[in-house]
């Protein structure tokens, strides 16, 4: 079956750690995002990458970073620096053709105490 | 104002009742447009795409207005199961493209 992973789904750390969030994908997209939802608002962009090996900010970039050495993964990692990084983090694709359709991993919910 | 805009409800409605939801952005860039649908503490799963010709899956029908720039979506004979929160989505392209969502209009279906 294609589709997205991500793990783990949830994720306890303790503040001034550093975490890493995985997102893996076989639809063979090409395009990769990394948003942030906390309640009441809307999906925040993060970071995404359209291609491997290149990846922009989105609007709340500060605090984490990415890497896309491979098509299929796009890992997130949750710095120290970020103020406030308990949140449910969503990696989503798609391909790069006219229909842009994103599809969604099932999330990771990160709690920092 | 926010370049995606939704009514966050909820909507209350009885089994078997048409519920329509709008959607209004802001930039005139926008070129693609969908509804997600979004269960408690799930993640988003696309519903449906919005065509400018309107389209229509099952008991779901999308509709785009451009020259009011808001989009629509309708739902006939609720089901207790349609029950979520309903995202608007907007593709904006002008030289990359970007995602911007709305907050999502939540929708309880009562027995």
């Known amino acids: 079956d294609g589709g997205i992973t991500q793990s783990p789904k949830y994720l306890f750390r303790k503040e001034g750690q550093n975490v890493t969030l995985s997102c893996e994908q076989n639809?063979?997209?090409?395009?990769m995002y990394w948003y942030r939802q906390d309640p009441g608002q809307g999906l925040r962009l993060i970071y995404y990458?359209?291609?491997?090996?290149?990846?922009q900010k989105g609007d709340i970039a500060e605090g984490y970073s990415v890497s896309r050495e491979k098509k299929e993964s796009f890992p997130l990692t949750v710095t120290s620096a970020q103020k406030n990084p308990t949140a449910f983090y969503l990696c989503?694709?798609?391909?790069?053709?006219?229909?842009?359709?994103?599809?969604f991993g099932p999330g990771t919910r990160l709690t920092v105490t | 104002r926010k370049e995606v805009e939704q009514d966050p409800g909820p909507f209350n409605v009885p089994e078997g009742a048409t519920v329509a939801f709008n959607c209004t952005y802001s930039?005139?860039?926008?070129?693609?447009f969908f509804w997600y649908r979004q269960d408690c503490r799930k993640e988003p799963k696309l519903l449906m795409s919005?065509?400018?010709s309107g389209n229509e899956d099952g008991r779901f029908t999308a509709q785009l207005n451009r020259a009011s720039q808001y989009i629509s979506l309708l739902i006939r004979d609720s089901k207790l199961s349609d029950s979520a929160t309903y995202l608007c989505?907007?593709?904006?392209?002008?030289?990359?493209?970007?995602?911007?969502f709305g907050t999502g209009t939540r929708l309880k279906v009562l027995a």
């Open positions: 989503a694709s798609s391909a790069a053709d006219w229909t842009y359709e994103q599809y």
């Open positions: 639809l063979n997209h090409d395009a």
């Open positions: 990458s359209q291609i491997v090996n290149d990846f």
């Open positions: 930039n005139s860039a926008s070129q693609s």
């Open positions: 919005v065509y400018s």
């Open positions: 989505v907007v593709m904006v392209s002008s030289g990359t493209y970007k995602y911007i």
